[in-house]
């Protein structure tokens, strides 16, 4: 069994994606708590289903940067409009546009230079619309004082948090909120919950919602791939889920629910099953075409 420094460890440790590779020495003017770090992040990204709420409109070749993978290349990208200091927030023009994701790896790698365990988590938030839970990610960092991983969503700013009014620090955002991918797969086998509550326009049910068991389970193996990138063992939409697949996903979102307490199978079920390891090449369902999965 993995003790908690082995853990620990393995979440600080920079790795495919979250990387800053030639920019890892920019990191170090970067401040060292997780409330600065947010509002970095806040003013280096702009999200791309959010642009017109700031008054931007988007052209095709900017919404195309949303599908930048490692933090390296999303800040070759970034340096590339405005070569700042990362700490020198951006004007809009000049912000990298991401998605929920990009928000999150960013935040993770900045965490993970300053020596804070973090890791993406992919699930659903309860905050951007009144009944359903919304496909979404957040960073999970380790709060060494009260020994305990807690929840930030550092996509929600000022202007979002005008829009949706969270009842709750985003800072600490509770469990029922955001709803880790397990936790929404488990609630729908139990019956407890509505598969089709959960999702993104009308992309939403059990499929959708294993496909985000199985991103979070590359992410908390350190591969934190697009929302929309699909690989192996993903049921395809509206296919209804054979009983081999149930039980597959029922194991899967068992380990990502209790993933400290279950780390060494989290570790050996990803690395030995190909059908849950990323692979070279996935497929970019938004864009229809096979990408190298490193790109």
């Known amino acids: 069994m993995a003790t908690t420094r082995e853990i620990l460890d393995f979440y600080t440790r920079p790795a495919a994606m979250t990387s800053g590779g030639a920019h890892a020495p920019r990191f170090d003017e970067l401040p060292g708590d997780v409330a600065s770090l947010v509002r970095v992040v806040q003013g280096l990204l702009l999200h791309v289903h959010w642009a017109q709420a700031y008054g931007v409109e988007l052209s095709d070749q900017r919404r195309a940067e949303s599908h930048l993978r490692p933090t390296d290349r999303m800040l070759d990208r970034l340096f590339a409009h405005d070569d700042r200091p990362l700490s020198a927030a951006r004007p809009l023009d000049t912000r990298l546009v991401g998605s929920c994701r990009d928000f999150t790896v960013l935040l993770v ?13 992919c699930g659903f938030g309860g905050y951007f619309h009144a009944t359903d839970f919304v496909d979404h990610w ?4 380790w709060n060494a004082a009260e020994e305990r991983w807690v929840l930030v969503d550092a996509q929600i700013d000022d202007v979002q948090r005008a829009a949706l009014k969270p009842d709750f620090d985003v800072l600490d955002v509770p469990r029922h909120r955001f709803v880790v991918a397990g936790d929404a797969w488990a609630q729908c086998r139990a019956g407890e919950a509505d598969p089709s509550k959960f999702g993104m326009f009308d992309m939403r049910g059990l499929w959708f919602i294993s496909g985000n068991v ?7 193996n350190n591969m934190e791939m697009l929302p929309w990138d699909d690989w192996g063992a993903m049921i395809g939409p509206d ?16 380990i990502t629910r209790s993933p400290d307490a279950r780390f060494a199978e989290l570790r050996q079920l990803y ?3 190909e059908r849950l390891r990323v692979p070279a090449v996935v497929f970019n369902a938004v864009l229809n075409r096979q990408d190298n999965a490193l790109t």
């Open 109 to 121: 790698a900045f965490l993970r230079a300053k020596g804070i365990p973090a890791r993406a988590r």
């Open 239 to 254: 296919e209804p889920p054979r009983d081999d697949q149930l039980a597959l996903f029922d194991r899967l979102a068992a």
């Open 138 to 141: 957040v960073c999970e960092h």
């Open 271 to 273: 690395e030995g099953d």
């Open 214 to 220: 199985l991103r979070d389970i590359a992410a908390l």
